[in-house]
């Protein structure tokens, strides 16, 4: 039989790799074919290093050939735009970046680059990760694999787009309110979002400070805590990095859950929520008790109906002040021809950000501004203090809280990108872990009329071990991560 080498998951790949079966360089080449052959149609790439992946790919295998080599030496891989490569433009889906060149690597890259990993290229995304839906690029849509008429969930569509056409083996995304986990369960992938602090911030692309974190999208649990084991860790040059060791993640994969005590809590079953993934995520649960778990039906987080509210304040203040750097001068997009100093930066912004950019300013400068700071920055950030409160006290009981990762399965394109609030409202699962900085992973967990559905597994800060556990569990009885997209329509 012949090897699907778009399909492996990474620790298939390196068993091949470490035996001699396969070469970094097909991996690569297989990747870069598929690449040609749908991304036309996908959009998952906003640039492709062909040059550079084939590059580091004869490299790796002259690594892997004398014997040496890690985890991921060899293994193809993309990254979200919104992560600086040294040398290699990056552009956050936005004109404002469009031919930014980073003079320094991100940590996370840098990390990958001494593994000896093979990047194929960066991906497309929301505008500054601004959305759900990647429908607010600057340059173009991505489509879901699974149903090209259908988005692929954001901000990090592209990172989905990638691994579940078979383009990567995995990806890096960010996630400020969901961006890793939607477009995992809208593709049928895993993604995590990690604690807060536990991977380096470095040379991501500041958008909200206080909740930005990057994630990995993988094809499986066990690829996913692979990467995070490569790209965790402290780091010196993130303020936010938590001086923590790194735990050994392997030894959290283990095919039963006796002695886990799960939460169901009740708020994220109700209004909003499509029936077909509420049947979806319930039949998870019992198979979840079944592995041996002891679930408790019926918690409840009765702040969580504010956190959608709260997040849309925090969010767009600490976005407005960051984009604060981009004025036409120090890098980036700058107006052509203005008379003075306040027309280019005038000119500068209005052309170089898209809308969803120009109204999360809009936003972030009404919220704090004299007048309404108490009633809307400040009271948001009280609401924080109350849904972490909320959260730690519950994790006392339990060492998990399943939800689903999204209220409904991937919409159609254009179905909510003329209404902001329809598309807030796809976060509504997502952003409490944010605002609490804890750990979240989304794992397949079905298919509705052939949509993927996403299971939500919720952790108390730098549990990842224990949600790793239960997704790889979860995987070990079923099958739903194995299903690969038909991609006749996607050429
Ligand atoms: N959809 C959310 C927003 O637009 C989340 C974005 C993200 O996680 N980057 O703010």
């Known amino acids: 039989m012949k090897l699907d080498l778009n399909n492996l998951t990474i620790h298939q790949a390196r068993d091949l790799l470490v035996r001699k079966e396969v070469s970094s360089l097909e991996l690569t080449q297989a990747a870069l074919e598929r690449v040609h052959q749908v991304d036309s ?16 790919a004869r490299r790796a295998d002259r690594r892997l050939g004398q014997g040496e080599g890690e985890a991921l030496t060899g293994i193809p891989m993309a990254v979200k735009d919104i992560i600086c490569t040294k040398g290699i433009r990056t552009t956050c889906g936005s ?53 090209p008429s259908r988005v692929p969930g954001g901000s990090s569509g592209g990172s989905a787009v990638a ?69 965790a860790g402290y780091d010196p040059h993130d303020s936010t990095s938590l001086p923590q060791p790194v735990p050994d993640y392997s030894q959290s994969l283990i095919p039963h859950l006796k002695g ?19 049947t979806i995520i319930q039949a998870a649960i019992r198979e979840l008790e079944g592995l041996g778990a002891e679930v408790d039906w019926e918690v409840s987080l009765p702040h969580t109906k504010y956190a959608l509210a709260a997040y849309y304040i925090l969010n767009p203040s600490e976005a407005m002040a960051n984009l604060a750097r981009y004025d036409g001068v120090k890098y980036g ?4 021809e203005a008379a003075d100093i306040w027309q280019a930066m005038e000119q500068t912004r209005g052309l170089g950000f898209g809308p969803e950019v120009k109204r999360r300013i809009m ?9 309404y700071y108490d009633a809307y920055y400040l009271k948001a950030q009280k609401v924080r203090t109350l849904i972490r409160r909320e959260l730690d006290a519950l994790f006392d009981r339990f060492d998990a809280l399943i939800t689903p990762t999204s209220p409904t399965v991937p919409f159609k394109l254009g179905e909510k990108v003329g209404d902001p609030l329809q598309m807030y409202l796809s976060d509504v699962c997502a952003v409490s872990v944010n605002i609490a900085g804890i750990p979240a992973l989304s794992v397949p967990a079905g298919f509705a009329d052939g949509l993927p559905v996403g299971m939500q597994i919720i952790g108390k800060p730098l549990s990842e071990a224990i949600l790793f556990r239960i997704g790889y569990a979860f995987q070990q009885a079923t099958d739903w991560h194995k299903r690969t997209p038909h991609l006749e329509d996607c050429q």
Request: glycine share 10%; net charge negative.
């Open 41 to 56: 149609r996908l959009g998952a790439f906003i640039t492709v290093t062909e040059g550079l992946a084939l590059e580091q």
């Open 95 to 147: 004109r404002m970046l469009e031919n930014f060149v980073p003079p320094y690597d991100a940590t996370v890259m840098a990390k990958l680059n001494a593994q000896g990993s093979v990047l194929i290229g960066k991906l497309n995304m929301d505008e500054f990760a601004m959305g759900s839906s990647t429908e607010n690029s600057a340059f173009f849509i991505s489509r879901n694999p699974w149903d």
């Open 163 to 231: 691994v579940a056409s078979g383009e990567a083996l995995f990806s890096l995304g960010s996630d400020t309110g969901g961006s890793v986990r939607l477009p995992a369960a809208f593709c049928n992938l895993v993604g995590l979002k990690p604690t807060y602090g536990l991977i380096s911030r470095y040379g991501l692309v500041a958008f909200a400070s206080s909740l930005d974190q990057i994630g990995p999208l993988t094809r499986d649990v066990a690829d996913c805590a692979l990467v995070t084991q490569v790209i």
């Open 260 to 278: 886990i005590r799960l939460g169901v809590p009740r708020e994220y079953f109700g209004q909003g929520l499509q029936p077909e993934v509420k």
């Open 333 to 336: 997009f700058s107006a052509p």
């Open 363 to 371: 936003l972030g400068t009404y919220a704090l501004s004299t007048g």
